[in-house]
């Protein structure tokens, strides 16, 4: 299976910060890589499809890249809204599967 | 707008059998790609396999044969079956839509929380 390892697990930031996550895959899936965004107690809602791609309705302060074995995800200027754990996801190799996922905390 | 809510008995004993229901409203079943994805409480989202509506599925080998999904267009609805239950498998389950377009699950129902105990 291919291993989504993220990191950190978890960052404090202020409102205004920025804000960068990385996923490293073990093999590589070019860039079959989604983001999602979850908060407590909602469903994951997807931010990036295809690494670098942004889903309609996300603000553009968010910005996906890489490709490969190497991806990030990262947020320039962070709301209040914007707290949350976000999850990478590949989609390259059976089965599909979840990074361990990264806390965003208010700082 | 496409929604998708899971039902489901909430609690199951220990080698029962779980059966969940995601009702797909605003769009019909077919074409697409649907999964299932649990979330262990204060854990991370795990993916358990996706099913096509025309017959194709997949799953994590470690449910080894366990899980079973199905779909009925009639009633554009989807089904999880998850036999011989245990306390590892409590969790939020959530069924989402895979966008073959998007590569990714752009759809997801609200989740039901399943939990296995005596």
């Known amino acids: 299976d291919i291993q989504m390892t993220q990191s950190p697990s978890s960052v404090s930031a202020s409102v205004g910060d920025r804000v960068t996550i990385t996923c490293r895959a073990t093999?590589?899936?070019?860039?079959?890589l989604a983001w999602y965004q979850q908060k407590p107690g909602k469903a994951p809602k997807l931010l990036f499809y295809a690494a670098s791609s942004l889903q309609s309705g996300v603000p553009s302060r968010f910005s996906g890249s890489g490709s490969g074995t190497e991806f990030t995800l990262t947020i320039n200027s962070l709301q209040p809204e914007d707290f949350a754990t976000y999850y990478c996801q590949q989609a390259d190799t059976f089965p599909w599967t979840f990074g361990q996922g990264t806390k965003v905390e208010v700082k | 707008q496409v929604q998708l809510q899971e039902s489901g008995p909430g609690l199951v004993k220990p080698s029962e059998t779980l059966s969940l229901t995601c009702s797909v409203s605003?769009?019909?079943?077919?074409?697409?790609?649907w999964s299932w994805v649990r979330q262990p409480p204060g854990k991370g989202l795990d993916w358990i396999g996706y099913f096509y509506y025309g017959g194709r599925s997949k799953y994590i080998p470690s449910l080894k044969s366990r899980a079973t999904m199905s779909v009925d267009t009639s009633k554009n609805q989807l089904s999880l079956r998850l036999n011989s239950v245990t306390a590892a498998d409590t969790a939020v389950y959530y069924c989402?839509?895979?966008?073959?377009?998007?590569?990714?699950?752009?759809?997801w129902g609200q989740g039901t929380m399943v939990t296995v105990s005596a």
């Open positions: 093999q590589d899936i070019s860039s079959w």
């Open positions: 989402a839509r895979f966008n073959q377009r998007l590569y990714a699950y752009d759809i």
């Open positions: 605003g769009d019909p079943i077919s074409p697409y790609y």
